[in-house]
Structures are given as structure tokens and as C-alpha cells.
């Protein structure tokens, strides 16, 4: 099992921003949700959009190519819940954002 890899800053990600980190090879999307990060995988099942430039409302992030909506603590589709995008464990270290990806 992979490690934890810093990815991002907290000054990078202020309350309420997203933002897209690539990873060997994965794309990770993070999120600051009141103070809380989350990291998803960032690739929409769907066809692929780019989950980190979706608007969010709460936990809900809602893809910008077709609407599919997920929540980034869970994974889990809001519609359809057999559909899920993958979570990886967040720890913060002093100011750096640690993420275990894979
Ligand atoms: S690619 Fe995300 S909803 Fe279609």
C-alpha cells in the first residue's frame, strides 16, 4: 500500500476551494469543506470531467460536463448508489496536505 505524499498546501486550498493535484498517474481532486479536506479521485465515472471544477454546495460536488453529483467525504453518487468515485485518507502535517493515494 502506497504511503502518504504530500500533494498540497493548506495555503493552496482556503475553506471552500477545490483544487486538482496528478499523482503517478492519478488525478486527484481535493476539497476544503469548512476546514475539513477531502480527497476524491478526480476523474468523473461518467465520461471524465474534471471533478475539482465542479461547484460545490455542502459535502456535494456536482461535475461540470453532465451534473453527476458526489459527495467528497463519501464517494458516493447523491442519484445513483451503485456509482462511487474512490476516497483516499487525508492527514494534515503542520501546513502541508498528506494524501494516500492508491
Ligand atoms: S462526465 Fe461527469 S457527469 Fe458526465
Known sequence: MAGFVKLAT???LPTGAA???EH???IVALFNVDGTISAIDGICPHQG???ADGPI????VTCPWHGWQF???SGKSSVNSRVKVEVFEVKIEG???LVQVG
Open 10 to 12: 493548506l495555503d493552496e
Open 19 to 21: 483544487k486538482e493535484v
Open 24 to 26: 503517478d498517474g492519478r
Open 49 to 51: 470531467g474534471p471533478l
Open 57 to 60: 454546495s455542502g459535502t456535494c
Open 71 to 73: 459527495d467528497v467525504k
Open 95 to 97: 501546513g502541508d496536505i
